[in-house]
């Protein structure tokens, strides 16, 4: 081949390797892109970070993403298994709350997912651990961490006794951004069965009985009770919102064969259940 010819192949070669290059440059995933850093919790060789959309964790549900960083290599974990442990300190004894296992975030690579439902906090955000137990090439480690849960500004999660002598906490996971319409209404529903351990309650039913106490105490057409979805664990129904403002959203907790075991009916006479969550908007 003549040089004439080669010279330009040659050129063309570099050109489009130097381009390519430059297009994976670009093309590096954010894998926390939209998320808000909570807290970084350092462990010798590793740094765990924490996040979610706020950047702080709440009374109620959080789901919560996780990355394992490795400090000596400045790179993220991808094969990690890990667990995790909440505990609140009382001044005389402690307890635990409703969480989920932690699984891998579906199409990341670096990035694990779990959800924890704080139940309560103090005034301050204080009184809360949490204690983080991973594996990464057959190695244990774990690491335990003070953190602050802020006090949410509705009531988003509720615990109480049911007439089985049962404590359960029911939570508000949806809707997050309430609209007027008939919003899917998104709830967890956990029995304490020790201080440490709040196991999924199966197949109850919750009813639904939404009102505006500012508005005459009216309620609103086409709502519909919430059942046990049995694919994730949580039960749905749908909840009707007809104006903007304070929503009083009057619960019964029924268990498998239809006995109440917690809230009221509202009536003229009753204007509210004892069990309740609420939202504004």
């Given at each position: ?14 050109f ?30 590793q ?19 996780l ?41 990341k ?11 309560m ?32 500004e ?23 951004a ?99 969550l609420?939202?504004?908007?």
């Amino acid at each position: 081949m003549k040089l004439k010819y080669l010279l330009p192949i040659v050129c063309f070669t570099l050109f489009f390797s130097c381009s390519t290059d430059d297009n994976d440059d670009t093309m590096l995933i954010n894998e926390v892109e939209n998320l808000q850093l909570i807290k970084t919790i350092e462990n010798g060789d590793q740094s765990i970070e924490l996040y979610n959309e706020k950047g702080m964790f709440e009374t109620g549900y959080n789901m919560i993403s996780l990355r394992i960083k490795d400090n000596n290599t400045n790179t993220y974990v991808e094969d990690a298994t890990i667990s995790w442990m909440p505990v609140m300190q009382m001044p005389t004894m402690q307890h635990s709350c409703p969480k989920s296992e932690i699984t891998k975030a579906i199409g990341k690579d670096t990035v694990y997912q779990g959800f924890i439902i704080y139940q309560m906090t103090f005034e301050d955000g204080s009184g809360w651990s949490l204690t983080l137990d991973y594996t990464i090439n057959d190695v244990d480690y774990s690491v335990t961490e003070t953190i602050n849960v802020m006090q949410y500004e509705n009531q988003n999660t509720a615990s109480f006794m049911g007439s089985d002598d049962s404590r359960y906490i029911v939570a508000l996971i949806a809707p997050k951004a309430p609209s007027i319409a008939i919003n899917n209404m998104k709830v967890g529903l956990f029995k304490m069965e020790n201080m440490m351990t709040f196991p999924v309650v199966e197949d109850y039913t919750i009813a639904l009985d939404p009102r505006m106490p500012g508005m005459g105490n009216h309620s609103s057409p086409n709502n519909t009770d919430l059942t046990y979805n049995s694919a994730d664990h949580f039960y749905y129904g749908n909840l009707s919102l007809t104006m903007t403002g304070y929503w009083k959203l009057n619960l019964k907790l029924l268990d498998a064969s239809g006995t109440v075991l917690k809230g009221e009916d509202v009536t003229e006479n009753n204007e509210s259940s004892s069990l309740y969550l609420d939202l504004e908007f």
